[in-house]
Nanobody, 121 residues
Framework: QVQLAESGGGLVQPGGSLRLSCVVS????????MGWYRQPPGKQRESVAI???????NYADAVKGRFTISRDNAKTTVNLQMNSLKPEDTAVYYC???????????????WGQGTQVTVSS
């Protein structure tokens, strides 16, 4: 069973930085993407940053140049470095893995429990 555990959220002033980390455990047959999503108050969940199995990255326009996604070589940890934070970055941030867990299974999305990021003075 694939499980994700996030850490690193909190309260930060505008212009500050935070680093989110997500540890992935459990057996994965084929990793497709790892990424971060967020859900601002009263809004739908949205993609923030994605990194593919091959290492390609994709960012939401709102975070380009400020956020950086990275992962370890073993593909068991994915991080999100967030710089120059703005109040509109306030949201619950979710780690996501899209993968095939075992031979014969379909690809599935796996989610962490979410971590709160609040940007406020």
């Amino acid at each position: 069973q694939v499980q994700l555990a996030e850490s690193g959220g909190g309260l930060v002033q505008p212009g500050g930085s935070l680093r989110l980390s997500c540890v992935v455990s459990g057996s994965i047959f084929n990793l497709i993407t790892m990424g971060w999503y967020r859900q601002p108050p009263g809004k739908q969940r949205e993609s923030v940053a994605i990194i593919t199995s091959g290492g390609s990255t994709n960012y939401a326009d709102a975070v380009k140049g400020r956020f950086t996604i990275s992962r370890d070589n073993a593909k068991t940890t994915v991080n999100l470095q967030m710089n120059s934070l703005k109040p509109e970055d306030t949201a619950v941030y979710y780690c996501n893995v899209r993968a095939v867990a075992a031979i014969g299974e379909y690809e599935s999305d796996y989610w962490g429990q979410g971590t709160q990021v609040t940007v406020s003075s």
